[in-house]
């Protein structure tokens, strides 16, 4: 079954300090993996978009990494600020139709972070 | 650009009551989408269209009903209003889904109430 965990389901930090949330998939055939930042009532907003060559890619003080043979990936976040407590979200496309149907969204991670 | 708008932004309901909800994109994307977001869920598909003219069902279709006349506009209809739509729904836009530049665009979200 085509699926997509995170972990944890929140974390709370203090202002500086740095994390990491995890995302496992099972999808199948891979396409390409997004991390997504959801302000409180607010839309999604893209952070990364990682392809199968891709093991890292960097936005500002949020690193995404990719590891395409364990099927996970993680979203680094380096001296969290007040602006960063968001829910993020990993979703993973799958297959070769690139079609909105091939989304497969994670449940997302609640951060929050303390001043 | 606008991006992508929905309106209302929020609405009230009674139970049998139909009413649409609107979103318009000006980026000229061709893949236009509506999930809702309920705590826990995370975000699911209703439909989403690939194209002016094509609409499709996805995870969670049941109770909605969506045409795309245009490009710009993809507008959700509730035909009877029950409690269980009770939800956030969003609008997403995108150029694809395929490529690392594809980014989907969120809309910034109507909240609904079914009494």
């Known amino acids: 079954k085509n699926q997509v965990e995170q972990s944890p389901q929140s974390l709370i930090i203090l202002e500086g300090k740095n994390c990491t949330l995890q995302c496992n998939y099972t999808v199948s055939p891979f396409s390409n993996l997004r991390w997504y930042k959801q302000d409180t009532g607010r839309g999604p907003v893209s952070l990364t978009i990682?392809?199968?060559?891709?093991n890292t890619k960097s936005n500002g003080r949020y690193t995404a990494t990719l590891d395409a043979d364990t099927k996970q990936s993680s979203l680094h976040i380096t001296a969290s600020q007040l602006s960063d407590s968001a829910s993020y979200i990993c979703?993973?496309?799958?297959?070769?139709?690139?079609?909105?149907?091939?989304?497969?969204f994670g449940k997302g991670t609640k951060l929050s972070v303390k001043p | 650009n606008a991006g992508v708008t929905q309106t209302p932004k929020f609405q009230v309901l009674k139970t049998g009551q139909s009413m649409t909800l609107q979103c318009a994109q000006d980026m000229n994307h061709e893949y236009m989408s509506w999930y809702r977001q309920d705590p826990g869920m995370g975000l699911r598909l209703i439909h989403y269209s690939v194209g002016a003219g094509i609409t499709d069902q996805g995870e969670v279709p049941n109770g909605y009903n969506v045409s795309r006349s245009t490009t710009e506009d993809f507008p959700l209809r509730l035909l009877s209003a029950a409690p269980s739509q009770t939800s956030v729904y969003f609008c997403a836009s995108s150029s694809g889904f395929r490529k690392r530049n594809n980014e989907q665009f969120f809309g910034p979200g109507t909240r609904l109430t079914v009494l």
């Open positions: 990682m392809t199968f060559s891709e």
């Open positions: 979703v993973v496309s799958r297959g070769y139709g690139g079609s909105q149907g091939n989304l497969i």
